[in-house]
C-alpha cells in the first residue's frame, strides 16, 4: 500500500515531509482550496525531490492549455483532475505525455458504470467523499461501496483519512486500491502537516506492505546493506536509485501486471486440501504457485527483474541458480523479452537437475558451470558476481532470491508479493478472513517465503513459519539450517546470517533440495528471525522425501523437493479443527524425479 500526502504548499513544509518518504506527494492548483499553493510557487522548491516520491498536481475543472502550462515548468509524474472533467479532457492531456488521475465524488448511490468512457485514458481513478466543493470535507465515505468495482485500473481511496482511518482500512483492505490518499487529517495549524502523524501513517503501511521495509542504506534492523566491490557500485548505486522510480510507473506496473495474468497464468489457485486436512487436522490450503508457467515462483521476479534492465538499457542478462528454476525463468523471460542470457550453475546441481538446464538451453541460454568450492548455488553466485565485474556497463544480473546487496531483497520481495496478495483475497473469499492461522514456506534464500509472508508481517493473527534444509539432521555436519547453527556475516553483498567457522570461513551446506542448498538467508528473513516476526524450523531430508510422496500420493500433486520441506512441518503442528494454514507450494516436483525414484525402491 502507497501512501499519498496531498495538500503541501509551503516549501519547508515540503522539504520536512518529504524525508518521511511518501510515495507520492500532491501540490493543489485550485484557488478556492484552503492549500491552494499559490501564485508564486516556484517549480524549482520541487524539482530535486528523490524520484521515490512522485510528485501530483491537482487541478479543478482547469482549462487544458493552463494545466500544460503548469506541467511544462513543473513536470508532475501525475495530473489528478479532481472536478467535472470529460473523457474528453483526460484524452487530450493523455495525449499530451501525462499521466492522469481521475477523480470522482463517491455516494451511496454511486455508478461505477459512469468511468467506462474515461478508462482508456486514466492511469488511476480516485474515489473522495462526494461534497459541492470537489473534497478537501475531512469525511469519510462508505469503502464497502468499492468492493463492487468492476474494473481493473487500480484505485486511490481519499476522505478523511489519518491514522486511525488507515489503520482501520490496513486491517480489513479493498482489493484494486493501491494508494491511500491523506491531507486534512495529517495536519496542524494553518493547514501545515504534522510530521509526527505523517511519520505515523507512514510506519502503519510499511508495517502492514511487508513490516521490514529497509532504511535508505538497505538494512533490515541490523541486517541487509550493500558490500560490493568498486568495480560493482555504479551498478548496484544506478538500481538503488533508480528501481523504485520504475517500479512505482504505472507503465511498468501495467505491463508487468498483463505478463503476469496472460503469460505466466496467475493468479494462481489456493487449493483446498481434504485430505491433508483429515490427515493432519485443520484447514490446510495449498497456494499453487507449481501451476505458473515454468512450474515455480521464480517467473514472477524473473519477469519484473528483465522488464527492468529493458528499462535501464542493457543488453545482456546473467543470473545464478541452484535448482534450476530461476534460471529456467530468466531464460525463459529472456526468450520473451529479447535478451541474451547466460546462467551460472553449480556442476553438482547441472547433473541432478538435468532436465531443468536442457530447458534453458531450448530456450536459447548459454550454461556456464561452476566449478569451484562445493560447485552448488553459492559456487554459482560467485561465478555470476565475477561475470557482472568484467561486464559491468551493459550486463544486468538478475538474483533469484531475497539475498544479495540492496536493493535486491527489498526488489525481489516486491516482485514475489503477488504471491501474499492473492492469498489475502482468495482465503477471505474460501474462509471469509484474509489472513490465515498459519503461513508455511520453505527457506534457503528465502524468494518464495518474502513472497508468501509479504503481506501478513507483524499481523497478530498468522504465525510465519519458515522451514530450512536440516540435510541429514542439524547436527550431522550435513545441514542447511542456517539459523540454527549460523552466524553473523557477510556473504555475497549482505549482512546476514550464514553457517561459518569460528575463523569466519563458510561451511559448505547440505540438503537433499539443490534450492535450499546455500549456506546463508537473506537479510529480510534474518531480520524476521531476530525480531521474532517468523520461526524458522527445519526438517530433514527424509522428511522432506515422505512429504513430497505423501501429497503425490493423497492430492496427486508432485511438490518440488523445497516445497516438501514445508509440507514436511505439518506433521509437527497439533492443529485444531478450526485452524487454517496456508502452505507456499513454492514449485512441482518433476525436476526431481531422479532424486525421488530411488526412495521408491525402499518401499514394503
Request: charge should be negative; aromatic fraction near 8%.
Amino acid at each position: 500500500m502507497k501512501i499519498k500526502i496531498c495538500g503541501l504548499f509551503d516549501p519547508a513544509n515540503i522539504a520536512a515531509v518529504v524525508t518521511e518518504q511518501p510515495d507520492l506527494v500532491g501540490f493543489i492548483f485550485y484557488p478556492k482550496s484552503k492549500r491552494y499553493v499559490g501564485t508564486n510557487f516556484d517549480p524549482k522548491g520541487i524539482a530535486n525531490l528523490p524520484k521515490s516520491t512522485q510528485k501530483v498536481g491537482v487541478f479543478v475543472n482547469e482549462d487544458r492549455d493552463h494545466i500544460i502550462s503548469i506541467q511544462t515548468q513543473f513536470a508532475f509524474d501525475y495530473i489528478q483532475l479532481h472536478g467535472e472533467e470529460t473523457p474528453e479532457d483526460c484524452a487530450f492531456l493523455k495525449a499530451k505525455g501525462m499521466r492522469i488521475i481521475k477523480a470522482f465524488g463517491v455516494d451511496d448511490g454511486f455508478d461505477f458504470s459512469q468511468l467506462s468512457d474515461y478508462l482508456p485514458y486514466c492511469d488511476y481513478f480516485l474515489f473522495d467523499t462526494a461534497t459541492p466543493n470537489y473534497g478537501g470535507s475531512g469525511q469519510s465515505f462508505p469503502w464497502e461501496i468499492l468492493n463492487d468495482y468492476p474494473f481493473d485500473t487500480p484505485l486511490i481511496l481519499s476522505g478523511g483519512l489519518g491514522v486511525v482511518e488507515v489503520k482501520t482500512f490496513l486491517n480489513s483492505p479493498i482489493p484494486k486500491v493501491e494508494i491511500l490518499d491523506c491531507n486534512s487529517k495529517l495536519e496542524k495549524e494553518n493547514h501545515h502537516k504534522n510530521l509526527d502523524l505523517v511519520a505515523e501513517v507512514l510506519a502503519l503501511t510499511r508495517k502492514t506492505n511487508s513490516g521490514i521495509q529497509p532504511d535508505a542504506a538497505g538494512y533490515y534492523g541490523e541486517f541487509g546493506g550493500a558490500f560490493v566491490p568498486e568495480m560493482l557500485y555504479p551498478n548496484v548505486k544506478e538500481l538503488q536509485d533508480q528501481y523504485l522510480f520504475h517500479l512505482h510507473d504505472p507503465e511498468f506496473q501495467r505491463e508487468f501486471q498483463d505478463l503476469l495474468k496472460s503469460y505466466v497464468g496467475r493468479p494462481t489457485p489456493l487449493f483446498f486440501s481434504k485430505n491433508l486436512s483429515a490427515h493432519f487436522g485443520g484447514k490446510i490450503y495449498l497456494k499453487r504457485e507449481d501451476l505458473n508457467h515454468t512450474g515455480a515462483h521464480k517467473i514472477n521476479n524473473a519477469i519484473g527483474q528483465v522488464l527492468l534492465a529493458k528499462r535501464l538499457q542493457k543488453k545482456r542478462i546473467i543470473a545464478e541458480t541452484g535448482a534450476g528454476q530461476h534460471g529456467v525463468a530468466t531464460a525463459t523471460a529472456c526468450a520473451l523479452l529479447g535478451m541474451e542470457c547466460t546462467i551460472y550453475m553449480g556442476e553438482i546441481d547441472i547433473q541432478r537437475q538435468q532436465p531443468n538446464v536442457e530447458r534453458m538451453r531450448l530456450m536459447g541460454a548459454k550454461i556456464v558451470p561452476a566449478t569451484s568450492g562445493s560447485r552448488t548455488l553459492k559456487d554459482a553466485t560467485n561465478e555470476a558476481i565475477r561475470a557482472w565485474i568484467n561486464n559491468p556497463v551493459d550486463t544486468y544480473y538478475v538474483i533469484g532470491s531475497a539475498v544479495g546487496p540492496h536493493p535486491y531483497p527489498d526488489m525481489v520481495a516486491r516482485f514475489q508479493s503477488v504471491i501474499s496478495e492473492e492469498i489475502q483475497v482468495q482465503l477471505k473469499q474460501e474462509t471469509g478472513q484474509a489472513a490465515p492461522d498459519y503461513l508455511i514456506a520453505c527457506l534457503g534464500g528465502g524468494s518464495n517465503a518474502i513472497g508468501a509472508f509479504y503481506h501478513f508481517i507483524g499481523n497478530p493473527k498468522t504465525q510465519l513459519i519458515a522451514v530450512e534444509a536440516g540435510g541429514l539432521g542439524v547436527d550431522s555436519g550435513k545441514t542447511a539450517a542456517t539459523i540454527a547453527l549460523g552466524k553473523k556475516g557477510i556473504i555475497h553483498g549482505s549482512k546476514t546470517f550464514l553457517i561459518q567457522t569460528d575463523d569466519g570461513q563458510i561451511v559448505e551446506p547440505h540438503s537433499i533440495s539443490a534450492g535450499l542448498d546455500y549456506p546463508g538467508i537473506g537479510p529480510v528473513h534474518a531480520h524476521l528471525s531476530a525480531t521474532g516476526l517468523a520461526k524458522v524450523v527445519s526438517v530433514t531430508d527424509e522428511e522432506a522425501v515422505a512429504a513430497a510422496l505423501q501429497l503425490a500420493r493423497l492430492d496427486g500433486i508432485l511438490p518440488a523437493l523445497e516445497s516438501a520441506h514445508a509440507l514436511a512441518y505439518l506433521p509437527k503442528m497439533q492443529l485444531q479443527p478450526d485452524e487454517i494454514v496456508v502452505v507456499n507450494l513454492s514449485g512441482r516436483g518433476d525436476k526431481d524425479l531422479a532424486t525421488l525414484i530411488p526412495f521408491l525402491a525402499h518401499e514394503k
